[in-house]
């Protein structure tokens, strides 16, 4: 089995996908733990000097100003940990769960948080063995970290709480029975250092961001399809209009609608005249889908940066820094990078699926899709006694309008906490949830598309795809068949979303770019 190696600083998306997802395992750097019994031997020695030290001899949030005793430092750590298992609703996906697992071991592994070596060998140990803490998905405000959904995740640690093994809820103590582990005594520090971070919002958006590179990928075969069943222009993807404009991810969707399209006699252009008997341009959301799709692919770009540098992060708080001998209060947990940054995703998101269904709404609107019948009702039926696809088209106007309400951004809301101590909060899993949420809908839409794209190709005769078009086509004809009279879709686009899912769909208009079919 492959393995990932954490070391605190060059955990990547690709592995935490791999980790989460897939049966990659686990392995510590040396070095890290080394560099983690530092930091637990700096905390140590500061212990000794009884000076007061926020929520290690202290309490917390609002009782920061109540002094500890060192016989009540252990149970101090047990009770905030026991204290903010508060959280509610559903449980989060075992994916999601998993990276959570691996991204709060990876931060306590930069040695800054004051915590013994054992404690992320103990996460790293229950990951490896598919141990998984049950974990609901509300209750965190982002503020000093996800609170109280990695004190959930802390619980199982600590012999409590529930745990998922093999297919089973069970307590924490079986958990660590089957795991061959025993529950960790916690000490000073320890329970603040498991529970302040940013891993909830983190892992949400990870797996959202992983998803939505695979959408863009999607959306391009999409738009690619949908111009040759329209018989579109190919012109608003020439490569001089780009260097016009030259954003990256424009100049990016503009070549692979290019590669895609290749030895296509569908599209026309202004050397092929033959093909030249329409309007002499497209709606916008064919002709301008470099540069809303490049958009969106920039935005993943950006968002991207911004996740692989807090999975590198000391992300809880006070933090050691074991050179200078001090153990220092600031606000590393606190989530508005990440809330801001996948409100960012959610926007863009769905501003893909947007242009989607207004290319489905063109492929089904005689007035505007040059010569195939309205609603693409099938061949050997007749408009008005069938209705084609005018109805899956609702089901995508209804999903993006769901997504316009979502992609109100969570970070731009704040409810102080802990006695107005805790005064502006970020909303990180909320920006998180609704990312993934949006994702989902719009996975929706782009099958809906592609469903679309496909019965337009049918209905033109003697049709000749480009060299990718013509593999997604194919692709899409093996799992779903052409509607010649009506039909239920729903069965149709859950097959097609499966294979956007599964990367099926994006695999092939990966490989038609990179050469390699």
């Excluded at 509610?88 to 931060?107: H, I, Y």
Aim: hydrophobic letters at 40%; aromatic letters at 4%; glycine letters at 8%.
């Amino acid at each position: 089995m492959p393995i990932a190696t954490i070391n605190g600083n060059s955990l990547t998306l690709d592995q935490v996908v791999s980790v989460s997802r897939g049966n990659t395992k686990v392995a510590i750097d040396p070095k890290a733990l080394s560099r983690t019994a530092r930091g637990r031997e700096a905390l140590e020695r500061l212990l000794e000097t009884e000076e007061r030290i926020y929520g290690v001899n202290t309490g917390f949030g609002a009782l920061s100003g109540e002094k500890v005793t060192k016989e009540d430092l252990k149970s101090l750590q047990v009770n905030l940990i026991r204290s903010h298992a508060a959280s509610v609703g559903k449980s989060e996906r075992t994916d999601v769960v998993r990276a959570m697992m691996l991204l709060r071991a990876n931060t306590l592994l930069k040695g800054n948080s004051g915590i013994r070596p054992k404690i992320p060998e103990l996460i790293i140990a229950l990951l490896n063995k598919r141990i998984h803490p049950l974990i609901p998905e509300k209750g965190s405000v982002g503020a000093s970290g996800d609170l109280s959904p990695l004190s959930h995740m802390a619980l199982v640690l600590i012999g409590e709480g529930k745990a998922e093994v093999n297919g089973h809820l069970v307590d924490g103590r079986a958990a660590l029975r089957v795991a061959k582990e025993s529950p960790v005594q916690l000490e000073a520090k320890e329970g603040l250092a498991l529970n302040n971070g940013t891993q909830q919002m983190l892992a949400v958006g990870c797996l959202a961001l992983h998803d939505a590179f695979q959408l863009i990928m999607a959306s391009e075969a999409a738009l690619a399809l949908s111009l040759e069943a329209l018989r579109g222009w190919s012109d608003a993807f020439d490569p001089r209009i780009q260097q016009l404009r030259p954003h990256l991810g424009q100049s990016i969707v503009a070549a692979t609608v290019r590669k895609l399209t290749e030895g296509s006699s569908m599209v026309r252009t202004v050397t092929n005249k033959r093909l030249d008997n329409g309007r002499p341009q497209d709606p916008y959301s064919f002709r301008c889908a470099p540069q809303v799709i490049g958009a969106v692919a920039d935005t993943a770009d950006y968002v991207k940066k911004v996740l692989e540098v807090e999975m590198n992060s000391a992300t809880d708080n006070p933090l050691v820094f074991p050179r200078d001998g001090v153990c220092l209060s600031g606000g590393n947990f606190h989530g508005q990078p990440i809330s801001m940054a996948l409100d960012f995703l959610s926007l863009a998101i769905s501003n893909l699926a947007n242009l989607s269904e207004r290319r489905t709404a063109a492929l089904l609107d005689q007035s505007l899709n040059n010569g195939l019948p309205p609603f693409l009702v099938g061949r050997g039926s007749k408009p008005g006694l069938s209705s084609g696809f005018m109805a899956v088209q609702y089901t995508a106007t209804a999903l993006v309008a769901e997504n316009k309400v979502l992609t109100h951004p969570a970070s731009s809301d704040s409810i102080p906490t802990s006695s107005n101590f805790e005064d502006f909060v970020s909303m990180g899993p909320g920006s998180a949830h609704k990312a993934a949420k949006i994702l989902e809908n719009s996975t929706y839409v782009l099958s809906i598309e592609f469903l679309a794209a496909a019965q337009g190709i049918d209905l033109r005769a003697k049709a000749r795809l480009g060299h990718g078009t013509r593999k997604v086509y194919a692709a899409i004809r093996e799992k779903v068949p052409q509607v010649t009279e009506d039909r239920s879709s729903s069965a149709d686009i859950e097959e097609i979303r499966q294979m956007i899912v599964n990367e099926q769909l994006p695999g092939i208009a990966e490989r038609e770019i990179r050469g390699n079919p």
